[in-house]
């Protein structure tokens, strides 16, 4: 007699393991996310590296993590030295996804209150702080750049809720959607229009402003700043210091009241700076994060 054993097909993941100096965490983090990673881990050790796995649903090609290493590690200028160790194994038997999951808090910025969709009761305690009403905002934060949890994207939203007094919003970058969906839902008349070079983002973008009930109050488009753009009140750009200073003078010129600047490293500020200044706007707010500024023109 024969047993048929039906073996229950395990969700198998991959483990892309990667070895770093300290101050590279940030970086390696962020490329491993855009190498495709749903999740990173970072783990804690005593001495002067790191070890930091990034998590996969499918057999990660190496080259291209490799490659998205190198070059957030160009964007946080930094060495390729940083990465000292890479090591990619299969991981068995073990629900990560659901112990990440368990793992993630809601974050509060300002009025906004970013959680995960798998919480759909946010704790009141995190709404307090405010007299007014918080704003909730249910983000995926495996899904792309711009979940709330960076600092970046915290400094742009406090801009928004100090400067944004509702007309029009342009988002240049717009990622997940983040800031799109935190101004479209404080401000329900508000023209709402965002724009970004990766159709990946902007098809998550859409998706989520759908599942927080903003969908028709906002023009998502795959592209970025020319000299068509239709200008706004306030416009955001949180991209890298680089991208910036390429798409300054646009920028400005899209901008009919204020203009945000974040993803700016405090290496870099000057840069950017000295090129408002050349361009004539004089009138700069600046506020930092960590290493991280924004600059309010
Ligand atoms: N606005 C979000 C995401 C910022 S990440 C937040 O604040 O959290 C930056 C995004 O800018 C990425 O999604 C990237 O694809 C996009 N991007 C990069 N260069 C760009 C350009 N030249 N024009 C428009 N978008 C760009």
């Not at 991959?14 to 881990?41: C, K």
Request: proline share 5%; glycine share 8%; aromatic share 8%.
């Amino acid at each position: 007699m024969s047993v048929a054993i039906t073996k229950v097909e395990q969700p198998r993941w991959y483990a892309f393991e990667v070895t770093v100096t300290r101050e590279a965490r940030e970086a390696v983090e962020y490329g491993l996310i855009e190498a495709g990673s749903s999740g990173t881990e970072t783990g804690t050790t005593n001495g002067p590296l790191i070890l930091i796995t990034g998590y996969f649903d499918r057999l990660p090609d190496t080259e291209r993590v490799r490659n998205e290493l190198f070059e957030a590690l160009r964007i946080y200028d930094l060495p390729n030295s940083s990465v000292r160790e890479i090591n990619l194994r299969e991981v068995e038997d073990r629900d990560w996804l659901a112990e990440w999951k368990k793992d993630w808090q809601p974050v509060q910025v300002g009025r906004f209150i970013i959680a995960p969709p798998w919480l759909e009761t946010v704790p009141p305690a995190s709404a307090g702080g405010s007299s007014e009403a918080p704003i909730v905002i249910h983000i995926n934060p495996g899904m792309a750049f711009g979940t709330g949890t960076h600092e970046t994207t915290r400094l742009c939203l406090k801009a928004i809720e100090k400067y944004f007094r509702g007309g029009s919003f342009l988002d240049v970058g717009t990622g997940t959607g983040i800031l799109t969906i935190a101004t479209a839902k404080r401000f329900p008349e508000a023209r709402v229009e965002a724009c970004d070079i990766d159709p990946e983002a902007i098809a998550i973008a859409k998706e989520n402003a759908r599942s927080n009930n903003v969908g028709d109050q906002i023009n998502f488009r795959v592209g970025s700043v020319d000299n068509e753009t239709p200008s706004a009140d306030l416009v955001c750009a949180n991209l890298t210091a680089p991208v910036i200073v390429e798409l300054l003078p646009l920028l400005l010129g899209v901008s009919c009241g204020r203009l945000i600047l974040s993803g700016i490293l405090d290496s870099q500020i000057e840069m950017v700076q000295s090129l408002l200044l050349e361009l004539g706007a004089a009138d700069l707010e600046f506020n930092s994060d960590g290493e991280w500024f924004s600059i309010v023109v």
